[in-house]
């Protein structure tokens, strides 16, 4: 027979105190003194007393629960996202409610999820939010962040990496190293991270009076594979700046496919900086994203609208730097 939990009010008759001041003790961040304190959890180890988390949330209107909501869990990048989140709520006092989004764009069912779990607030990582969703979110007065990503004119905070920035740079990176022929393999065109990745190569090349070849990856090795074998077929760059660095490694077998050498025949630099860049097969080049000042910033962020209702959005733009490593060097034309 399974044997019957303590619960809070048995923990208060042991500890000599109110149910109030229990439920102090196992919220996160309440006031109630240390005397008190030792007593109730003395009183709770003595009963194996686990408080209902939910049930508590429930009395308070507080359930210190966050709601992360990710697309492409098949990127290395963003299950490490959501571990360094999932640790960085924990340390205060918060828990994630994560939800694995299969379409590109946020659905009705995601959201009234996130509703009756009364989460507190939400990230919101590579998948689409409308300006409906978005809305529905804003009468709950559930504050939204929107991390590694912008939608324009949607009333969220913003914590994302400078693209833009980063895309020149390692236009002009390229350009340095004596490069002529470019190409960009994009991910997706409704994302503001591919975008400014490209709007940025673009204008760094634009300033020598370059252009460069596009193709689509869709932030994936095959479709980046694929396209790596159309343009070094076709167009024949000898540099191509990807993405993001799944897609960089699909360029690089390409290319070896062909039979080209890399980074001799052409460089490729990749985004993100993910544990497999350093690999010795792969070797690559990329723009390392300040992953642990964001997820720190973006939960600064949130934690103060949570508690502040009333605060304005931001939006937070961080630099990151480049990892040269062996799949980028200077270009001889032969």
């Not at 109630?32 to 009395?59: T, W």
């Not at 007065?141 to 020149?168: M, Q, W």
């Not at 673009?202 to 090795?221: D, I, K, M, S």
């Not at 077929?233 to 000898?238: A, L, S, T």
Request: proline share 4%.
């Amino acid at each position: 027979m399974k044997k019957k939990q303590a619960n809070a009010v048995e923990v208060a008759e042991r500890a000599g105190v109110s149910q109030s001041t229990v439920s102090r003790v196992f919220t996160p961040g309440a006031s109630v003194s240390e005397k008190a304190r030792r007593r109730v959890l003395e009183a709770a180890e003595e009963l194996g007393y686990r408080p209902n988390a939910l049930a508590r949330g429930l009395i308070t209107n507080k359930t210190n629960m966050v709601g992360l909501i990710m697309r492409d869990v098949q990127n290395p990048f963003y299950p490490d996202i959501l571990d360094k989140f999932t640790r960085g709520l924990r340390r205060h006092g918060y828990h994630v409610l994560f939800v694995h989004t299969e379409q590109d764009e946020i659905q009705a069912e995601e959201i009234t999820q996130f509703l009756e779990y009364s989460v507190e607030g939400i990230i919101v990582t590579d998948a689409l939010l409308s300006s409906s969703v978005a809305a529905q979110f804003a009468e709950h007065h559930i504050p939204v962040l929107l991390f590694n990503r912008y939608v324009k004119h949607a009333p969220c905070s913003v914590v994302c990496c400078d693209n833009y920035a980063a895309g020149g740079q390692i236009g002009n990176y390229l350009l340095q190293q004596g490069h002529q022929a470019f190409a960009y393999i994009a991910g997706s065109s409704d994302t503001s991270t591919s975008r400014d990745r490209e709007e940025g190569f673009r204008a760094a090349l634009w300033q020598r009076g370059v252009e460069p070849a596009v193709e689509a990856g869709h932030y994936t090795y095959e479709g980046s594979y694929e396209a790596a074998l159309k343009l070094l077929q076709d167009v024949r760059p000898d540099a191509i700046f990807c993405a993001n660095d799944i897609m960089a490694l699909g360029a690089i077998d390409a290319a070896k496919f062909l039979g080209l050498a890399v980074p001799h025949d052409v460089s490729i630099v990749g985004f993100d900086d993910i544990a497999m860049a350093a690999w010795p097969p792969y070797a690559l080049t990329t723009w390392k994203q300040p992953v642990d000042e964001m997820i720190g910033a973006s939960v600064e962020i949130l934690l103060r609208e949570i508690r502040q209702q009333d605060t304005e959005p931001v939006t937070l733009l961080l630099p990151g730097e480049l990892v040269e490593r062996n799949s980028a060097s200077p270009f001889k034309k032969s």
